[in-house]
C-alpha cells in the first residue's frame, strides 16, 4: 500500500503532451476572455453614434464590465475551491460568450450596461480560476513559465479584436463584433472534456478513480495499485471557509501586499488604455491610428509576461516582480520627456511590458503563494481587489488631466503606483508561499523517481 504525494507528482513530472493539452484549452479561454473585454473599446465610437451618447455616458457604459469583472473574480474564484474548477469554468465561458453576444442586441445604454456587467462577471471570474489550474498542473521548474504563457492570450485577444474589430464594424456594423464573441460558448462540451479537474477537489469528494487518470496521464510513470492512499498537505484537507484560509499560516500580511500589488498594477493599466493616446495627442504626437498602439501596448505585453515568467523560473519571482515594476515606475515616467516618435512607440512598449506583462506575472506569483484547495479564492480575491483599482484609474486620471497639468505630471501620477507596488512586493513574506513550503517538505528524491522503482511509503 502506497501512499502518493499528488503535489510532488505534479511538481516532478515531465512536461508532455497532457500539460501541453492544458495549456492549449486554458490559452484559448483567455484569448476569449481578453476579445470579450477589448471588443468594447474597439467598437466604442461607433456605438456611441448609434445609441447618441456622449463620453461621460460611454465611460459607464464602459465601466460596466470592470464591475462585473470585480464581482466575478471574487465570487467565482472562491465557487471553482466549492464546486470544482471545471464547471466553474464553464459557468464563466458561457457567462461572458453569451452575455457579450446579447450586448449585440441591445439598442439603449442602460440594456448594454447591464449586459456588459454579467459578460464581466464571466470576464473577471474565469481569470483566477484558469491560473490555479495551470499552476497546479505545470511541472515546478516551468510553473511560471507556462502560467505567463498562457495568460499572454488576454495579449493575443485584444490584439485579435483589434485586427477583426475595423473590417466587421465597416462592414456589418458594431453589432458583429460582439455577436461573434458568442461563438466560444459552442465549445465548453469539449474544454470540459479536455480539462481535468482539480486534485485536492478529486480527493475531498472521493472520486478517486477519476484522479488516478489524471495522474498516470500527468505522470505516465505512475501506474495505479489497489489500496493507494493519496496525501495532501493539511492546509488542502481543510474543508469550508476558505477565504480565512488567505490569513491563515502567517500569510495575513501578504495577502495584503498582494492586494495592493494587484491594485496598483491595474490602476496603471486602465490608466494607460484610458488616457495615454488622449496625453500624447495633446503633447503634439502623431501615434498613428488606434489600432497600431493597441497592437504595440499588447506586443509589449506579450513580451512582458513570457520574459518575466522566464526569469521568474529562474530567478526568485518575488525580485523579478520588483524589478518589472521599478521598469514600470521609469518608462511610464518617462513618456512625459518629448522624445522621437519611434523612442515613443519603445516606451508605449516597454509600459505594456511592464503593466499588463507584470499583471500576468502577478497572477503567477498569487498562484504559487497560495496552497491548491485555497488557490481559486487567493488569485480570486487579490484580483477583485485589484479591479476596484481598474475602475478608479479612468475617474482619478481623467480628473488630472482635467486639470491641464503640465504632461510630465500626468504620467507621474501614473507611475506613482508602480512605487507602491515596489515597496508592497518587497513586504510579502516569500517564504510563506505554497510552493516554497512544499519544495522544502519534498525529499531529496523525486514522487516519479519512488514510482518508477516501484517504493512508496506506507499508508
Known amino acids: 500500500m502506497r501512499s502518493i504525494d499528488v503535489h510532488q507528482l505534479a511538481d516532478d513530472a515531465h512536461l508532455n503532451r497532457y500539460h501541453y493539452r492544458i495549456l492549449l484549452w486554458c490559452a484559448l479561454i483567455i484569448i476569449f476572455d481578453g476579445y470579450d473585454l477589448a471588443v468594447a473599446g474597439i467598437a466604442l465610437p461607433s456605438i456611441m453614434k448609434a445609441m447618441h451618447v456622449d463620453a461621460t455616458s460611454a465611460g459607464f457604459m464602459v465601466s460596466a464590465a470592470l464591475f462585473g469583472m470585480m464581482f466575478g473574480a471574487i465570487a467565482m474564484g472562491m465557487v471553482a475551491d466549492s464546486i470544482g474548477r471545471r464547471k466553474a469554468i464553464a459557468i464563466c465561458v458561457l457567462m461572458f460568450s453569451l452575455f457579450t453576444a446579447m450586448a449585440g442586441f441591445t439598442h439603449e445604454p442602460i440594456s448594454f450596461s447591464v449586459t456588459r456587467f454579467f459578460a464581466g462577471v464571466g470576464i473577471g471570474?474565469?481569470?483566477?480560476?484558469?491560473?490555479?489550474?495551470?499552476t497546479e498542473y505545470a511541472p515546478r521548474r516551468l510553473r511560471a513559465t507556462l502560467v505567463t504563457l498562457m495568460f499572454s492570450g488576454y495579449s493575443v485577444g485584444g490584439m485579435l479584436a483589434a485586427l477583426l474589430g475595423k473590417g466587421l464594424i465597416e462592414t456589418h456594423g458594431w453589432q458583429s463584433v460582439f455577436l461573434a464573441a458568442g461563438l466560444p460558448a459552442l465549445l465548453v462540451p469539449f474544454a470540459m472534456k479536455a480539462l481535468p479537474e482539480s486534485m485536492p477537489f478529486l480527493i475531498r469528494t472521493g472520486r478517486l478513480d477519476a484522479l488516478k487518470q489524471v495522474l498516470a496521464r500527468l505522470a505516465p510513470e505512475y501506474v495505479a495499485q489497489p489500496g493507494d492512499q493519496f496525501a495532501l498537505p493539511a492546509t488542502d484537507r481543510k474543508p469550508a471557509a476558505p477565504l480565512s484560509r488567505l490569513f491563515q499560516d502567517g500569510r495575513g500580511v501578504s495577502t495584503v501586499m498582494l492586494w495592493i500589488a494587484f491594485f496598483m498594477c491595474l490602476f496603471?493599466?486602465?490608466?494607460l488604455s484610458s488616457w495615454l493616446t488622449k496625453l500624447m495627442a495633446s503633447a503634439g504626437y502623431s501615434?498613428?491610428?488606434?489600432?497600431t498602439f493597441v497592437l504595440v501596448l499588447n506586443f509589449g505585453a506579450m513580451l512582458g509576461a513570457i520574459g518575466g515568467g522566464w526569469l521568474a523560473d529562474r530567478f526568485n519571482i518575488k525580485y523579478v516582480l520588483v524589478g518589472m515594476y521599478a521598469l514600470a515606475a521609469v518608462s511610464i515616467t518617462l513618456l512625459g520627456v518629448k522624445v522621437p516618435t519611434p523612442v515613443?512607440?519603445?516606451l508605449v512598449g516597454l509600459a505594456g511590458a511592464s503593466t499588463i506583462g507584470t499583471q500576468i506575472v502577478t497572477y503567477a506569483y498569487a498562484g504559487q503563494f497560495y496552497p491548491?484547495?485555497?488557490r481559486g479564492t487567493g488569485i480570486g480575491w487579490a484580483s477583485g481587489v485589484g479591479r476596484s483599482g481598474a475602475i478608479l484609474a479612468p475617474i482619478a486620471i481623467g480628473m488630472l488631466v482635467s486639470l491641464s497639468l503640465p504632461l510630465q505630471q500626468n504620467f507621474m501620477a501614473i507611475a506613482i503606483p508602480a512605487v507602491i507596488a515596489v515597496i508592497a512586493v518587497l513586504l510579502i513574506d516569500h517564504k510563506k508561499s505554497a510552493s516554497i513550503q512544499q519544495q522544502a517538505a519534498t525529499p531529496s528524491h523525486s514522487a516519479a523517481a519512488k514510482l518508477a522503482n516501484g517504493a512508496g511509503e506506507p499508508a
Open 372 to 374: 491548491m484547495a485555497a
Open 287 to 291: 501615434l498613428g491610428s488606434a489600432l
Open 125 to 134: 471570474g474565469v481569470m483566477p480560476i484558469v491560473v490555479a489550474q495551470m
Open 344 to 346: 515613443l512607440f519603445v
Open 268 to 271: 496603471m493599466v486602465y490608466a
